[in-house]
């Protein structure tokens, strides 16, 4: 009897929580089951681009740098560029003044995306402060970087169109790219410039997007079809917008899957990364609970995602900083490496880190690049290192572990992985490194970011 009472109460428990995620699905507004797409970083064992050469780390600095002077222009100044009045249809990259040579800064993480029919799989860099997406294609008319893999091949896709220069893509592409859109034979040309001086340009087109499974798929995927494109560090094909613009892949997916999406960032050399895209990817368990604060929506950039940095804590205490210094426009995003902190902010992190970093004897080392507070020792050796935490408006916090706080940047040396943001206009950056091991869920929908330990498996 006792067995029968048992298994009665289980079926009635199940049903009770398949309806408990039921309503949850409800109220996050679900049409579809989330898209799961495994997530590399470029140099760590991703199955497509750990064969390259890898970069030093003074380079992946110098770039990261590129890219905080980008982003703190476009939220300083709102300007969008104005092309010259060389002759675009030529897709002459002469009237941009770009300089082809140098990687882009944003190729950090990157996931496989299928494309055109029958789909063809390219890895694409993710990054969640560009709102528009593009890849390189043939017949490729003036310069395609190295990348590993074919190109895109419009003419072998039955579903392939380009886009003309009266639809409302084609208008919406200065918010999403800052650039003015052009036209070649009633053809929407895009260019996509960066930081870095790196950039791409070719048509507007849209095909159908196939992501995993094969059977999640989207018909008319508006993305660029890279005639010119010079730069983009680690050989991919080209890079996928998260950004909050309505020509991202994330809004052009959230009709169908609910606009959300999360990820997990893998470290260098760590596998179990993740791009979840879909509202049920912020329903977390209760081993890993999300803590949400407010997503923020600053007028000099509606497509970045802002948060408030409300405190910051070394070995369980607040930094001697006057509350008033974190009142700065603050964005998280994943193609920053380093996270960049207004002066007064950092000093203080600082000289709280060091302290007691000396104090378990570990001694100093020559600065590196940006970083000033560098250690002798790798980090595998040190067993000392203090927590710093991170917290947001509402609670929500970063409880760092060592391999978010410290960086092996040379052999024996290691440094504080946190720098100020040397540009000018106060603007502090939440860098992927510290996101490293986090599930990180942006909530569109309402407004919210959320961060959970332990989100790579």
């Known amino acids: 009897m006792g067995l029968v009472l048992f298994l009665i109460f289980s079926t009635l428990l199940a049903k009770a929580c398949s309806f408990a995620e039921y309503q949850k699905d409800e109220q996050l507004g679900l049409k579809h089951a989330p898209l799961h797409l495994s997530l590399y970083h470029v140099l760590g064992p991703g199955p497509l681009l750990s064969s390259q050469s890898p970069i030093s780390f003074f380079e992946v600095l110098a770039q990261d740098e590129a890219r905080v002077r980008s982003i703190t222009s476009r939220i300083a100044n709102n300007k969008l560029n104005k092309s010259g009045s060389s002759n675009p249809a030529n897709f002459n990259s002469s009237y941009i003044s770009l300089n082809p040579g140098f990687s882009i800064g944003v ?4 996931v496989n995306v299928g494309l055109g029919t029958p789909a063809k799989y390219y890895p694409m860099v993710v990054d969640t402060g560009s709102s528009f997406s593009w890849l390189q294609c043939q017949p490729c008319s003036v310069y395609c970087h190295k990348q590993v893999g074919p190109l895109f091949n419009p003419s072998a896709s039955n579903t392939y169109k380009s886009l003309s220069c009266t639809t409302s893509q084609c208008y919406s592409l200065k918010e999403a790219t800052l650039n003015d859109p052009f036209c070649k034979s ?3 040309i895009y260019t996509a410039s960066y930081g ?3 950039f791409s340009q070719g048509y507007l087109s849209q095909d159908l997007l196939s992501l995993t499974p094969p059977s999640q798929t989207l018909p008319a995927f508006v993305f660029g079809c890279g005639q010119n494109n010079q730069g983009l560090f680690g050989q991919t094909a080209g890079l996928i917008g998260l950004a909050r613009h309505k020509l991202s892949m994330l809004a052009q997916l959230s009709t169908k899957y609910g606009y959300a999406f999360s990820y997990c960032l ?6 179990g990364g ?6 049920t990817s912020l329903i977390s368990s209760p081993s890993s609970a999300y803590k949400f604060t407010p997503m923020i929506t600053d007028s000099h950039d509606r497509s970045l995602y ?3 940095l409300a405190a910051i804590t070394v070995a369980g205490k607040p930094i001697v900083v006057a509350v008033s210094q974190y009142s700065v426009p603050t964005i998280l995003d994943s193609g920053t490496t380093i996270t960049r902190l207004p002066m007064s902010i950092y000093t203080a992190l600082r000289q709280a880190f060091v302290k007691i970093m000396m104090s378990s004897n570990y001694q100093m080392a ?11 020792g790798s980090l595998k050796e040190m067993s000392a290192v203090p927590k710093v935490g991170m917290i947001f408006q509402g609670g929500a916090d970063l409880t760092l572990a060592p391999h978010n706080i410290l960086f092996d940047v040379d052999k024996g040396i290691t440094c504080l992985a946190f720098a100020t943001n040397s540009a000018t206009g106060g603007v502090a950056i939440i860098g992927n490194h510290q996101q490293q091991t986090y599930k990180v869920g942006y909530d569109v929908s309402n407004s919210r970011i959320g961060f959970a330990a332990g989100g790579c498996h």
Do not use: E
Request: with cysteine; charged share 10%.
């Open 366 to 376: 020559p600065p590196y690049s940006i970083l000033d507070a560098c250690f002798k």
């Open 196 to 198: 870095d001086q790196s």
């Open 306 to 308: 802002f948060l408030r």
């Open 274 to 279: 993740s791009l979840s895209i879909g509202s």
């Open 186 to 188: 009633n053809v929407c």
């Open 107 to 110: 190729g950090n993480y990157y």
């Open 266 to 271: 893998p470290t260098s050399g760590g596998s």
